[in-house]
């Protein structure tokens, strides 16, 4: 990590869960980190835990490009601009497609897929101008790499979780025709313990269904594997499944 050392990290949802693990983690190594939610009260408490002068806390909406592009209009004056970009914020419902209104459609699609597009288009940008190297990392999850094996109601969840993964394609297409040095990665996580999830959960194991989960932390350290590899390395994609579970999901199994 020598390398990020001093650099500028952009982590969307870094509120709490995994995007909080991930801002700390990276603090940690010596990077500074604009930690981005709508949440301000929890982002200040995460700036006095682990230093304010390493996390920059800045409320935003992901899914209004207003609330974006004045992050990235702040980042440039305060450290011209940024070295990594972590898409981690995204809500989650545990509803029938067919039973949503139109509304919440339109509010997971500019949560989940619209806002990491906006922020890795002004992030890739940033980058370019500095001529400098970069990485972006999108959260997605296995509900968008593998979403034919699960059976749990998520409504657009996965079909925005796919389409991070083909967000990164074509980052990554775009970004070597232009010859910049950024490297592109998905992580793809199987169920997280978060806040997000807890009630899917607590549900599940009072119907006795496996819940084995991974924690947050599992999810930050993949982020600095990738950051830590070699400059000739590029990783793709990760996916990440909790230990003794099934992948395959059901009424009787969860991953």
């Known amino acids: 990590m020598n ?14 869960g995994i995007g909080a693990e991930i801002a700390k983690i990276l603090v940690k190594n010596g990077v500074n980190v ?3 939610a709508r949440n301000m009260e929890r ?13 920059f806390p800045i409320k ?7 609330d974006i592009l004045n992050v990235f209009e702040w980042v440039e004056k305060k450290f011209k601009g940024i070295d990594i970009l972590v898409n981690n914020a995204a809500i989650f419902h545990t509803t029938f497609f067919i039973d949503q209104k139109t509304e919440e459609y339109r509010k997971i699609l500019d949560t989940n897929l619209l806002g990491p ?11 370019k101008k500095r001529n400098g190297q970069g990485h972006v990392i ?32 074509e980052l990554r297409h775009e970004i070597i025709q232009n010859k910049l040095n950024i490297k592109v990665t998905t992580i793809n996580p199987g169920l997280v313990m978060t806040d997000m999830t807890n009630d899917l959960i607590k549900e599940r194991r009072k119907q006795n269904i496996n819940t084995n989960s991974l924690e947050s932390i599992d999810i930050a350290e993949a982020v600095i594997y990738v950051l830590e590899t070699p400059e000739r390395v590029e990783i793709p994609q990760i996916t990440l499944l909790p230990h003794k579970s099934p992948f395959i999901l059901s009424n009787k199994e969860i991953l």
Request: hydrophobic share 40%; net charge neutral; glycine share 12%.
């Open 3 to 16: 390398r990020w050392r001093g650099k500028v990290a952009i982590v969307t949802g870094a509120s709490s």
């Open 34 to 36: 604009v930690g981005i």
């Open 43 to 55: 982002l200040e408490k995460i700036g006095e835990e682990i230093g304010k002068d390493k996390f």
């Open 60 to 66: 935003c909406d992901v899914s209004k490009e207003e």
């Open 117 to 127: 597009a906006i922020f890795s288009r002004e992030a890739v940008l940033s980058m």
């Open 138 to 169: 999108n959260i997605s999850s296995i509900a968008g790499s593998h979403f034919d094996a699960i059976f749990v109601p998520m409504g657009l969840y996965g079909p925005t979780k796919s389409g991070m993964i083909s967000l990164s394609s």
